[in-house]
């Protein structure tokens, strides 16, 4: 019996970010951006991160010949962002000169207008199975509280929207998140009528 791990995998949400590096050539800097949900955070000491990105992509290829890469942590205004940088590198590069970013002081690799963001040095890389785990050490990071984070889950982009503002919560507390599908938000918003009632 094959095991169908993205079916099982569908039901793990996940944060959506933008990884982003660049390629130099005769003619400057060519810059990159991809949209990625395995963001892991390794160790606090030194500071390390790994995203996982498919063998072979030319994504990748620039990634570790610059061996400076940058990731930007979505909010839930990004869900378009998301699903273009997630498309082929033709429309990523068109899509990217439309995006608010800047070139990282660290890195020179583009960090968002964002939720979070992160600089990152490449410190080492694994090939496993078919994909290439890409670990950086983080040179700086920042952030800035607006709106609820970008989560996607079951194929399709969410708002966690009881994640924002954070509020501690005591030991042995659980709290009830409310995630919403982005798509019927921005219906909602176009056409009352079709709000829901809870």
Known sequence: MAVDLRATMRNFATGVCVVTTYAQDNEGRRHDA???????ALSSEPPLVSVCLRRGSAFLDDLLATK???VSILDVAGDDIAKLLAKSREIRAVALQTLSKSPGE???ALVLDSLGW?????RDQRDVGDHTVVIGEVLAAGGQRRR???IFL???????EDAWPHTALGPGTVERASITDVGARRS??????LRRTE
């Not at 991809?34 to 892991?40: D, G, P, Q």
């Not at 992160?118 to 490449?122: H, I, R, T, V």
């Open 106 to 108: 660290h890195t020179g």
């Open 148 to 150: 609820p984070p970008l």
């Open 34 to 40: 991809l949209t990625v949900n395995s963001l892991t």
């Open 188 to 193: 909602e918003r176009e056409n009352p009528t």
């Open 118 to 122: 992160m600089e990152c040095a490449l």
């Open 154 to 160: 079951d194929g399709t982009f969410h708002a966690w």
């Open 68 to 70: 400076a890469w940058a």
